[in-house]
Structure formats: structure tokens, C-alpha cells
């Protein structure tokens, strides 16, 4: 059971980036999946959620409008599209499968 994040980067302020996470061991879409974050000295901070269909999301106020998350049920992936990019968004991002699997993490750094 498994979650591999990748796609973080440096990146400016205004820009764009897309994450990705691949799932194995488990059968993905019987999953609800969550996307999280975490910057330095900070809490674990919810940023997306996605049904098992993928037919409804859930964004906090902080993303809401500039990120997107979505699924593939068939290549067992999740994604993250985030536009707009602050400095605020910097932090290691997880994806996440509640009470199941969370993998490691990847990271954003949002800076000029």
C-alpha cells in the first residue's frame, strides 16, 4: 500500500504547477482522497479532497479558486493543479488516503 507524490519545484509567484500522486497496493477508487501541506513550524493543513468518483471536491478557503484537484481511475492517479502561486503556498505537499496511507511528500517552493 502506497502514495508516491511528485512534480514539486521551485517556482515564482503568480506561476503555475501540477502535482501528482500514483497510488499502488490498494484499489484507488474505493478511496476518498485527501491533499495536504505542511510549511516549516506550521500544522498540517487540509488544501484539497476529492470523492471516490471524483465528482465532488472540497477546498479550505486558502485554495479555493486556485487549486484543482482531480483522479484517474484507471492509471490509479491523483492531481493537483495550482495556479496563482503565493509565497504562503511554500510547504511539502502529501497526498493522502484517510486511515489508510500517506506518502511522502513533495515539495513547493514558491519564491522570486
Known amino acids: 500500500v502506497q502514495l508516491v507524490e511528485s512534480g514539486g519545484g521551485l517556482v515564482q509567484p503568480g506561476g503555475s504547477l501540477t502535482l501528482s500522486c500514483v497510488a499502488s497496493?490498494?484499489?484507488?477508487?474505493?478511496?476518498?482522497m485527501n491533499w495536504y501541506r505542511q510549511a516549516p513550524g506550521k500544522e498540517l493543513e487540509l488544501v484539497a479532497n476529492?470523492?471516490?468518483?471524483?465528482?465532488?471536491?472540497i477546498y479550505p478557503a486558502s485554495t479555493h479558486g486556485r487549486f484543482t484537484v482531480s483522479r484517474d481511475k484507471v492509471k490509479n492517479m491523483a492531481y493537483l493543479s495550482m495556479r496563482n502561486l503565493k509565497p504562503e503556498d511554500t510547504a511539502v505537499y502529501y497526498c493522502?488516503?484517510?486511515?489508510?496511507?500517506r506518502g511522502r511528500g513533495t515539495q513547493v517552493t514558491v519564491s522570486s
Open positions: 476529492i470523492t471516490r468518483a471524483g465528482d465532488n471536491t
Open positions: 497496493g490498494f484499489t484507488f477508487s474505493d478511496y476518498v
Open positions: 493522502d488516503i484517510p486511515q489508510l496511507v
